[in-house]
């Protein structure tokens, strides 16, 4: 025995409204009625305004049947996941627990036909559902979601949206402020002394593939230092021994 | 084989498998639901969600009683498998499907695409 429920239709996002209709409840004929499918449910009133409303994640899968060995009329055929005996939204969901874990006993499922008087609203209906369902999609399926910062792939390759990105040299500069360019150029100092440094203290450790010509040059450098160094020491050892001398 | 309208599920077809499914419209094949029931028929369209639509199919639930059905759409969450037909050539097939998702894309990108879907960038 079904039990309907007086609820109100959905008020919105309906994407399709049919007179008409006969429900058939797991066998159960229910009378002709109303089906209304919206992005939220596929509800069914009869002409009395009771009806049941079905919840997308509950639908396991949703058919045109023409083969009238299963019902002797072309339909549409809805798959529900749950028993319902239509109680509200609330319980259904309850009720709809871990039908993974009950893989091995047979899990509870409803069968429910929608059967037209006319038979071309049926392809209109069915994609209606096909449509509201991809707006359902599984939220336990985490594959499908991704991590991170979402940004749209494609709308970024066309420049419609601002990506994270580093400024280049002249954008960069432009934006730096009094003291950013002050820090800026301290920085640089100091890397330019470590570079020099860098070929001062590489005791024979030497990249192959450094332009001999810069290191050359430094080193060249190195050796005037030091021959000055040593020309001073030996002109102060000179200096000393002559005074010495005199002495 | 189309390839969706929506960007959001492009992207999504292009980082995930669903892609070879998507690959597999126009084939007749056998899809295992999560009940233990099967359905075998021509592969309408497979979105990124992985919800299956195909046709002209012939359903055995899992009482073993078969029945007819013109179009049948499952729910990605009652799928358990999809049979890929023995002919099919699986590397090629999403390497194909990526190609379509680019080509649409720079199709679009080139500034050759239709205009009116553009968001202005305020």
């Known amino acids: ?247 | 084989m189309e390839v969706s309208h929506s960007i959001r599920e492009r992207t999504i077809a292009e980082n995930s498998l669903v892609i070879l499914l998507q690959g597999l419209q126009g084939e007749v094949t056998t899809v295992d639901l999560r009940d233990e029931s099967t359905a075998r028929g021509r592969v309408v369209n497979v979105d990124a969600f992985m919800n299956v639509r195909l046709e002209e199919v012939l359903y055995r639930d899992r009482r073993g009683r078969l029945s007819q059905l013109a179009d049948l759409f499952i729910t990605a969450r009652n799928v358990r498998y999809v049979h890929i037909p023995d002919h099919v050539d699986i590397m090629e097939t999403i390497q194909t499907q990526l190609t379509r998702i680019r080509r649409v894309r720079n199709f679009a990108g080139e500034k050759r695409g239709r205009k009116e879907y553009l968001k202005k960038k305020n």
Request: proline share 5%; hydrophobic share 30%; aromatic share 8%.
């Open chain 1, 1 to 247: 025995m079904v039990n309907l429920k007086n609820v109100s239709p959905p008020s919105e996002g309906i994407r399709c409204n049919q007179g008409e209709i006969t429900a058939v409840w797991n066998g159960e004929g229910l009378g002709p009625g109303t089906l209304y499918i919206a992005e939220t449910c596929v509800s069914w009133f009869d002409g009395s305004g009771m009806g049941f409303s079905l919840k997308y994640p509950s639908i396991s899968l949703h058919a045109i049947s023409r083969d009238f060995t299963a019902y002797p009329g072309e339909h549409l055929y809805v798959m529900v996941n749950t028993k319902l005996n239509d109680k509200c939204a609330e319980e259904e969901d309850n009720e709809s627990t871990d039908d993974d874990c009950n893989a091995d006993s047979i899990s509870p499922v409803t069968e429910i036909r929608f059967v037209p008087s006319d038979k071309a609203t049926l392809e209109p209906m069915f994609s209606a559902i096909s449509e509201c369902q991809a707006l359902h999609p599984d939220p336990e399926d985490s594959d499908s979601d991704f991590e991170g910062d979402e940004y749209d792939v494609e709308e970024a390759e066309q420049g419609q949206i601002d990506l994270p990105t580093f400024y280049n040299f002249e954008e960069g500069l432009s934006q730096l402020t009094l003291e950013g360019q002050a820090t800026l150029e301290r920085l640089e100092g100091m890397l330019a002394d470590s570079a020099s440094q860098k070929h001062h203290c590489m005791a024979g450790v030497r990249p192959e593939d450094t332009p001999t010509g810069c290191c050359n040059g430094i080193s060249l450098k190195c050796i005037r230092m030091w021959s000055a160094l040593l020309c001073i020491c030996t002109w102060v050892m000179f200096i000393r021994a002559c005074n010495g001398k005199r002495k």
